[in-house]
């Protein structure tokens, strides 16, 4: 019986770290209202997830306190002497995640709701510390004080969910958006004919770049490293493409941008969607066990005008290949070919969705760019074969990319943009694998048959974006300038992750950007001035680009014009010019 009296309180104190978790759920998602059903939909599902693991945890702490005990412990079916103990793990806890989210997601937040999640962290960190207080004095003077003790507890209890919760607010969804109309707004451009090319790169990471040019292993980059512009970038969380991306083309914040990650989670027992999870409490594990359903974003989910749309009211053109949330294509001067024109995982397949491509007169022309690059590719699997190099990756990104190099190159040549922008992700998926074989020093336990068999699999993916990024040099005209720009870096995952991906059977793992490592810009041309330059964000790209064409910058954009990479001589014709904003 003494058994299920301390389950009874795991189940207890189980629960109050679902709700405690709950509340962290509600607060890195203003928007969602705290409608009874709403509410009670969302506790059940993270009751069912969290509560189940908590009790068993708890259960596991209790019973193994019991063991190495030289008495006998009965506690009660509801016990202070317990609880108190594991309100101090539930408490302390969920506050220490809630300080961790608040920074981890602090550019996802607006002002004010990063204010209010701070005073909900603070409130329950206080109580927390009540709670231990009480757990320390009833252990000191046992149950002389139980009656006073249990009175702080329940009121630091009601504290520590109330205050979080009404510091949250009631929620505010977000008002019916209203796309504005791209028509021209009459802003006369300088007397400058240089046109801008964009190579954008998933999990690029600059040290390496540096690294490998420097040995001649890269020398394109190490063109760009010689006589353009370098500079860090720093990204924000979740890394993932589709929030990082759509703030490269808005140069706005995540909240602004109305994209704050890689989709919206749709609550089974719910009637509203989160747009974030909390980080380091396994939320994944909410989709893998299907409680929760994620939904992709698209372009509808924009809430801000991404540079197509900001150039098409300036009557300046754009062509965009692969760039996220561009689907269903919209109408832009010039050509927009989606990031879903190709079929997911299977690349071999004829696009046929008129909705990936704008005008969807090009669709042939780019099927043809697409035949091409698979002709391209076949050749080259072949050359790689012959000399004996063991790619090692999977031959759909390296394909995709190789189709949207080739799509882009012929449009490009067609139409001549002012703006055109192409993005690569085979560096990603081969950072994911194989960056403990590229850095076998940052993990230990890499032998050397592996390091001969896969060491060179991921310079191998530099080298190819290397040769791309070459290709594009070569278009480029007298004044035009070139930006190739990493959204996000990748690193070595932490040793306890690795292990958790080892257990979960997938040892392969090794390289993560869940931790925003920097990405990088690098600007090359006649304008540019060479070296290295300070740390930047990816939401200085966007209005860089408008300096760099004559276009005033928005006010209500959260990135600067980088105006330090161009030479002195350029900068001094060109002011910075400004502009309330865009979104009207």
Not at 32 to 38: E, G, R, T
Not at 55 to 68: E, K, M
Not at 219 to 244: K, S
Request: net charge positive.
């Amino acid at each position: 019986m003494r058994y299920l009296r301390m389950f009874s309180n795991a189940a207890i104190a189980a629960a109050l770290g679902a709700v405690y978790l709950t509340v962290l759920t509600l607060q890195l998602n203003p928007m969602v209202p705290l409608y009874p059903m709403n509410l009670a939909g969302l506790l059940l599902t993270l009751g069912l997830y969290y509560g189940v693991h908590l009790a068993a945890l708890f259960y596991g702490v209790i019973v193994f306190r019991q063991i190495l005990s030289a008495e006998v412990f009965s506690p009660g079916w509801i016990s202070l002497r317990v609880l108190s103990w594991l309100l101090v793990l539930d408490a302390g806890g969920a506050a220490a995640l809630m300080w961790f989210n608040l920074l981890a997601y602090a550019p996802m937040q607006s002002l004010d709701t990063a204010r209010r999640m701070a005073a909900g962290a603070a409130v329950l960190t206080i109580c927390a510390l009540l709670f231990l207080g009480v757990a320390l004095a009833h252990y000191t003077f046992g149950r002389r004080r139980g009656r006073v003790g249990g009175t702080v507890v329940a009121l630091a209890l009601l504290a520590s969910l109330a205050v979080p919760l009404a510091a949250r607010g009631p929620g505010s969804p977000l008002p019916l958006f209203s796309r504005p109309l791209d028509v021209d707004i009459g802003i006369e451009r300088p007397a400058h004919g240089g046109r801008v090319v964009m190579v954008l790169l998933d999990g690029g990471s600059l040290d390496f770049v540096s690294t490998a040019a420097l040995a001649g292993r890269l020398p394109n980059f190490g063109r760009i490293l010689d006589r353009g512009a370098a500079m860090h970038l720093n990204t924000h969380r979740p890394t993932q493409p589709e929030p990082v991306w759509t703030s490269v083309a808005t140069g706005k914040l995540p909240w602004k941008s109305g994209v704050r990650s890689a989709g919206r989670y749709h609550v089974r027992l719910a009637t509203d969607h989160l747009e974030l999870l909390p980080e380091n409490c396994f939320a994944q594990g909410l989709i893998t066990y299907g409680l929760i359903g994620p939904e992709a974003h698209d372009a509808g989910s924009l809430r801000a005008r991404p540079l197509w749309s900001i150039l098409a009211t300036a009557g300046l053109t754009t062509g965009v290949v692969n760039w996220p949330l561009t689907y269903p294509a919209q109408p832009v001067r010039g050509y927009l070919v989606s990031d879903r024109f190709y079929r997911p995982g299977d690349a071999w397949l004829e696009p046929d969705d008129p909705a990936a491509i704008y005008p969807v007169d090009l669709l042939p022309v780019a099927r043809l760019a697409g035949d091409r690059a698979r002709r391209l590719f076949d050749a080259s699997a072949v050359v790689e074969a012959r000399a004996g190099a063991e790619s090692g990756l999977g031959g759909d990104e390296m394909l995709t990319d190789r189709m949207h190099e080739e799509i882009a190159r012929g449009l490009q040549q067609q139409f001549r943009p002012h703006l055109s922008a192409v993005r690569f992700r085979q560096l990603d998926p081969a950072g994911h694998e194989y960056l403990r074989y590229a850095m076998p020093a940052a993990f230990g336990d890499v032998t050397p048959e592996e390091r001969r068999r896969y060491g060179q699999v991921l310079e191998l993916a530099y080298a190819r974006v290397d040769a791309m990024v070459g290709r594009v040099m070569a278009t480029l005209g007298a004044e035009d300038l070139l930006l190739v720009v990493s959204g996000y870096g990748m690193e070595p995952l932490p040793m306890w992750k690795r292990a958790v991906e080892r257990a979960i059977g997938n040892p392969q793992l090794s390289g993560t950007h869940e931790y925003a490592p920097d990405g990088f810009l690098l600007a090359y041309g006649p304008s540019i001035a060479s070296g290295r330059k300070r740390r930047g964000s990816v939401v200085d790209v966007a209005p860089t680009v408008l300096y760099f064409l004559g276009l005033p910058v928005g006010r209500d954009m959260d990135g600067y014009a980088r105006t330090d990479i161009f030479v002195r001589d350029f900068v001094e014709t060109r002011p910075i010019a400004f502009i309330p904003s865009y979104e009207r």
